[in-house]
């Protein structure tokens, strides 16, 4: 692996990139490092609002449900409740049934989609 490393930075330094990424990168979409660091930074700001708003209807399940079942609401959607509100907003406000999604995407053929994809 190191001597990998060293491979991939002698290219980059010949073809005159300070380092594989940036030699990546422009043969990619992006071109450059900094396209990449104003893209993240974009994307992280419209990323942030989004998030409020879907922090809000996770949190207003989670009041409800706790309501419903008597427990303490404590304000917090915690990391472990992530995933099962996350579930709930999928089935309650898009109509989308997690087992015949499954049924669509059989693992095996996922899998090897994937490998196909990340081959190239």
């Keep these: 692996l190191e001597k990998l490393i060293d491979l991939r930075q002698r290219h980059a330094d ?42 809000k209807v996770l949190l207003n399940l989670k009041s409800v449900e706790s309501e419903e079942l008597g427990l303490e609401f404590n304000g917090k959607i915690e990391k472990e409740d992530f995933r099962y509100y996350t579930t709930k907003v999928v089935e309650k406000f898009y109509s989308v049934d997690q087992e015949k999604l499954r049924e669509y995407f059989p693992l095996e053929t996922v899998t090897e989609g994937m490998m196909r994809i990340y081959e190239d």
Aim: charged share 30%; aromatic share 10%.
């Design 14 to 55: 010949l073809l005159g990139y300070p380092n594989h990424a940036a030699y990546v990168q422009e043969t990619k979409m992006a071109k450059n490092p900094d396209t990449v660091e104003q893209f993240l930074s974009n994307l992280k700001a419209k990323m942030k609002v989004l998030w409020e708003e879907e922090k």
